[in-house]
């Protein structure tokens, strides 16, 4: 069973108090982890030069992934002083449920490539947590165990564009026990990400002497996550993209099934809707009238998303248009958003300008490839941290307490 803890008692180390007494010792892999950032300085150099690529790429120019960062530095905070912010809390309802904190772990495909179990060390990480983990569809660990480690995991779809075939996903994903259903929208189609091919990623991927090569030269991975995963569960397949097993991640021949995804329409989401009777949102919203049309659909919360800028190179930060669809959809419908979040600061904003929640993607990934559950833990324990400490600095004790009045538009 897995231990639960409080967010508001990490014990995140800061100049002001380096240690503190009684803490935990951290893994010696953990100490030098102060930031999200730190994580990926660290996959960078454990991961093969593939998989790195995998996970941190955009595609093409790379323009949307460099855009979703600096679209927070659009705005700076105009702190209030001399507020009571001792009983600061974390804690944020959202879609019926109460969460530990304001943020969750975005689903990421290919989890167990990069680290050992990936898709159970976020799942578990997350329960321990008490936050959000939403598994993808793209994920090589089948979802009846994922939702087993995690009974409040939710489940993030590529539906095909076949009603038959969606109607069969849906009877699995309920069978097993999800509560929460989000559809990704944004992939009609696959982005060009170049990156992955000048890296030698694919998927499948395909035996060469190259992948060899990089597998050799980083041992850590090789035998810790690679191997350990052959001997302990066979080869790895995409256990969740339709209703049966896909590909393996490693073949010579076999090429993936996508389905008809550009067959996709409203119609389609309204099938979903009649057949999906728990909770249901939908990802990859760039437009307020797309966020419109999804809650007159029957969405019950969205998620604003360029796919971390992987999809469509040029596309608009989801952060830039947040308060336009905010305002189109009223204060109280669930907008959530991801894509290029790091910081506390960054979840901060977000809510200041409208978002309900938010979610973090490749971060937890480079956590547990780093360190597994406890790296995952680990990071989710100082961006809590950080967004506890910058309330204080801000001079609110909750995060619904946040808004635009708190924020100076920079342009």
């Not at 803890?5 to 240690?19: G, I, K, N, Q, V």
């Not at 993808?136 to 076949?162: C, H, K």
Request: aromatic share 8%; proline share 6%.
């Amino acid at each position: 069973m897995t231990s639960t803890y409080r967010l508001e008692d990490f014990a995140a180390p800061s100049s002001a108090s380096p240690t503190r007494a009684g803490a935990p010792a951290l893994p010696r892999r953990l100490r030098q982890m102060l930031s999200l950032d730190d994580f990926e300085h660290a996959a960078r150099d454990f991961l093969p030069r593939p998989i790195f690529a995998y996970v941190s790429g955009g595609c093409e120019t790379n323009r949307s992934l460099q855009g979703n960062r600096s679209a927070f530095a659009d705005y700076g905070w105009q702190t209030r002083i001399l507020k009571n912010t001792s009983g600061r809390t974390l804690t944020t309802a959202l879609l019926g449920e109460d969460w530990a904190a304001p943020f969750g772990i975005a689903p990421m495909g290919i989890s167990a490539l990069s680290a050992y179990r990936g898709d159970l060390v976020q799942a578990q990480a997350a329960a321990a947590a008490n936050i959000p983990m939403i598994l993808s569809g793209t994920s090589l660990i089948a979802m009846e165990d994922v939702v087993r480690a995690n009974p409040r995991a939710w489940f993030q779809a590529y539906v095909p564009g076949e009603p038959e075939r969606i109607e069969l996903l849906l009877a699995r994903v309920a069978r097993a026990g999800f509560g929460t259903l989000v559809v990704t929208a944004d992939t009609p189609v696959s982005g060009n990400r170049e990156n992955n091919l000048r890296a030698g990623f694919s998927t499948p991927l395909r035996p060469s002497l190259r992948l060899a090569w990089e597998g050799i030269t980083h041992p850590g991975w090789l035998w810790g996550t690679a191997l350990r995963t052959l001997v302990r569960h066979g080869m790895p397949h995409f256990e969740n993209s339709q209703a049966s097993r896909g590909a393996p991640i490693l073949s010579s021949t076999v090429t993936r099934d996508f389905g008809a995804r550009d067959h996709l329409n409203w119609e389609h989401f309204d099938l979903i809707r009649r057949r999906w009777k728990g909770k249901l949102v939908l990802k990859g919203i760039l437009h307020q009238d797309d966020a419109v049309q999804a809650r007159d659909h029957g969405a019950d919360g969205i998620i604003l998303s360029n796919h971390g800028g992987r999809q469509l190179d040029g596309a608009v930060s989801p952060l830039q248009v947040l308060p336009g669809v905010v305002q189109a959809l009223g204060s109280d419908y669930p907008v959530m958003i991801d894509s290029g979040f790091r910081r506390g600061n960054d979840v901060l904003l977000a809510l200041a300008l409208g978002a309900k929640f938010v979610f973090v993607g490749r971060p937890f990934n480079y956590a547990g490839a780093v360190a597994g559950e406890a790296g995952v833990r680990h990071a989710i324990g100082i961006l809590a941290s950080e967004i506890l400490r910058n309330m204080a600095l801000i001079g609110v004790s909750r995060p619904a307490e946040l808004g635009r009045e708190h924020l100076f538009a920079k342009h």
